[in-house]
């Protein structure tokens, strides 16, 4: 789910995505949009898939077709992303949406006698599409998160219209030190404790698989124009609707019962009480689509979790005094119509319901992340010592080349740790693999860059430099791991562990400003290294399935990464120009919610500011459900086992419950609510109908208002947008 503060897949249903191969294969295929039936029942997802007898043989699948459409699928991905990231919290993953739409364009390409954009079309090349995309659709999460926080807190003056360059080394470290570092842990990952670990990495299986349908024949050409369809007819629709509802948002985007009720009773309900804590419904297409996508667990969850914290907790804190609102207008007629979402003046005032369950969710989120990590530990072990064998086998192989012997390094070299027993062979012979001198050269020089540019543009000690590099390398572990098994991936819960280690380590060296800033820096260079590592090893899974060579997947997403390192901040400067609220902590009123970039913010101001603590109560219920939590995992994994297997479905998502308590409404969890139970229906009511479109229509939905988005701010900044030319109607005291 691509870089992300949180995406959909973050908060997957485990029990759905997450097969026990045989037994629950066809679980697992429904949920990620696979024909059932076209799955045989012994299929085995650990070794590379068996390709129809009439696909072609691909010399080399990496085309300048191939990257090109893939850049561009994935551009329209990254600048929707910017705009869902900032309104939510959530970025999407480019890899279905490129795989999909890619199929589509070179299809009809292939079938001309036009130079490069001509000649045959197989699936190994549709993957260096959805590579290409996936690199160029990712790296936005650092614009919605820590560094649209650095300019709330002043921690950085200025606008980044004018520090436009600062950015993009930004982003040119994130990008590229995760891709290089993860590079030698491709077969580790992939291959050789992928079973032991069932690392199935669902999202990334899914679109092999999909690949594979739709190169598999002329059945699978029918079906993979199908899916085009619905896809182009979502997008086009999701587009259209948000467009046209910035000129009556309150009629065709956002539907304020209460406030409707409000007004019909004269302004003299109570309604308003219910409406202040964000109980309306949104038409998002983003959302919806979502919701038919994560599954019907997760989106209950989701949900139940909104209600805990947005209709009992949250009324409660007000209730006793340990929470205030603050009043949306002084007009008499709109009595009761509160905001609990502020987050400024922390330290100065008693505070709102959202800082105070802000800590409960963030200490669930690393909490259980963690926890889900840690019942992992004898393959843990089994992994370090696979890690160390080695590299003790290629410091030898350097020695002996030099000359010279060393008897540590032989020895162990030589004493291979026993892997699997039905570990396979690596399909990519070493010629296709990625050269140890190409990612060692480009780690180095990208950590040295780093160490450089953070010093003087940033005020950052190289020291601390490299010890964010240190957790990024180590929260890429988590990513990979939990994620490949979960299609969880917890960078929510490592950028927050990294604030609070960052935290610590500017404790009394740093004015509280520079504090912030450093934190805020080293946090987005850790959470977004972990991202482009976990998205490269998606990658690679993808490719291990469809006989890609490595080294092409390598290039594509390299190549991808380079226009997303100037295209992310573009959007960054686009939608900050057109929204100035979005840098404005103290803005009453703003298009964009910036949940992420809050939490950031707030974070960041109690790990760095004297004056701002976090709440004592908070405190103790944080405890109280990281251990809750904690309990659970422990429950899943270790007692709920063999026969008793089938009840982990019914166990709460704590990550998605987590999410519900950060966010600052639970208006986009009531759209993936809707969207969960449009999905059911649907599957209940033709299930071969939504495993051919269903995938398809949630990404063009997603894809689709993203768009839309940006076309708003174009809107925007032409001053020829909806709070110019619009309407208001049906919204609470005349804005949405």
Known sequence: MASTEARPADFADQTAKTPKLEKELDEK???????????????????????????????????????????????????????????????????????????????IFSKTNLPIIGGSFGPQENSIIQAAATGAGGISGIFVAGIPAMYQLHAQEGNPKDQFGAIITITLVCCFFGLFFVTPLRKFFIIQVARELKLLFPTATAVALTIKSMHAGASGAREAISKLKALGL????????????????????????????????????????????????????????????????????LFGGAIL????????????????????????KWDGYYSFTSLSDLGHETPSPRYWLLWPGVMIMVCASMAELFVQYKVIGYAGRVIWQKMCANINRLLVK??????????????????????????????????????????????????????????????????????????????????????????????????????????GHFSIKAAQRVNLVAGGLASGGADSAYSLTSDFRTGFLLGT????????????????????????????????????????????????????????????????????KSGIFSIVMGVVSIAQVLFRHFYLVGEREKYREYLPNWGAIALSFVLPNPVFTTAAMFGAIVAWIWRKWK??????????????????????????????????????????????????
């Not at 990208?446 to 957790?471: E, K, N, R, S, Y």
């Not at 939608?575 to 404005?584: E, N, S």
Request: aromatic share 12%; charged share 10%; with cysteine.
């Open 402 to 507: 030099g000359g010279t012997h060393s008897e540590y390094f032989s020895t162990r070299a030589a004493n291979e740790v026993k892997a699997a027993e039905n570990i396979i062979e690596d399909p990519a012979p070493r010629e296709q693999q990625v050269q140890m001198w190409k990612w060692v050269t480009g780690l180095i020089v990208t950590i040295a860059v780093a160490m450089v540019i953070f010093a003087l543009q940033w005020g950052m000690h190289p020291g601390l430099t490299v010890l964010a590099c240190i957790l990024g390398f180590l929260f890429s572990f988590l990513a990979i791991q939990i994620g490949a098994v979960t299609d969880q991936t917890p960078l929510t819960a490592a950028s927050k562990a990294s604030q609070l280690v960052f935290g610590a380590a500017t404790k």
């Open 29 to 107: 295929v429904d949920a990620v949009d696979v024909d059932v039936l076209s799955i045989e029942p012994e299929l085995d997802l650990y070794v590379p898939l068996k390709m129809e007898g009439g696909i072609i043989d691909e010399h080399d699948p990496l085309t300048v077709r191939a990257v090109l459409v893939g850049i561009i699928l994935g551009s329209l991905v990254n600048a929707s992303n910017l705009y869902l990231g900032l309104k939510t919290g959530f970025t999407f993953s480019a890899s279905m949406f490129g795989a999909i739409f890619g199929y589509g364009i070179i299809k």
């Open 687 to 736: 299930l071969k109908s939504f495993d051919l479109y269903g995938y398809a229509v949630a990404a063009g939905f997603i894809a689709g208002e993203g768009l839309g988005g940006v076309v708003g701010a174009i809107l925007q900044i032409a001053g020829v947008s909806g709070d110019i030319l619009g309407t208001n109607a049906g919204c609470p005291a005349g804005y949405c």
């Open 309 to 332: 914290a947005w209709a009992i907790i949250g009324p409660a804190l007000v209730h006793y005094g340990e929470c205030i609102g603050k009043p949306q207008t002084d007009d008499p």
């Open 549 to 616: 060579p490595p080294i092409k997947q390598w290039y594509a997403q390299g190549l991808g990464s380079i226009i997303s390192i100037f295209l992310a901040p573009g959007m960054f400067v686009l939608f900050t120009t057109a929204y100035p609220c979005i840098l404005d902590m103290e803005a009453e009123h703003c298009a964009f919610a910036v949940p992420s970039v809050s939490a950031w913010a707030a974070v960041a101001q109690a790990v760095t500011d004297p004056n701002v603590s976090i709440p004592l």
């Open 234 to 301: 979502a997008f086009s629709a999701a587009l259209i609707q948000r467009v046209a509802s910035y000129y009556a948002v309150g009629i065709l985007y956002d539907w304020h019962v209460f406030t409707w009720i409000h007004i019909w009773s004269g302004y003299t309900s109570w309604a308003m009480n219910i409406e202040s804590w964000g109980w309306w419904f949104e038409w998002t297409p983003a959302f919806i689509g979502s919701g038919i996508l994560i599954g019907m667990n997760s989106a209950l969850s």
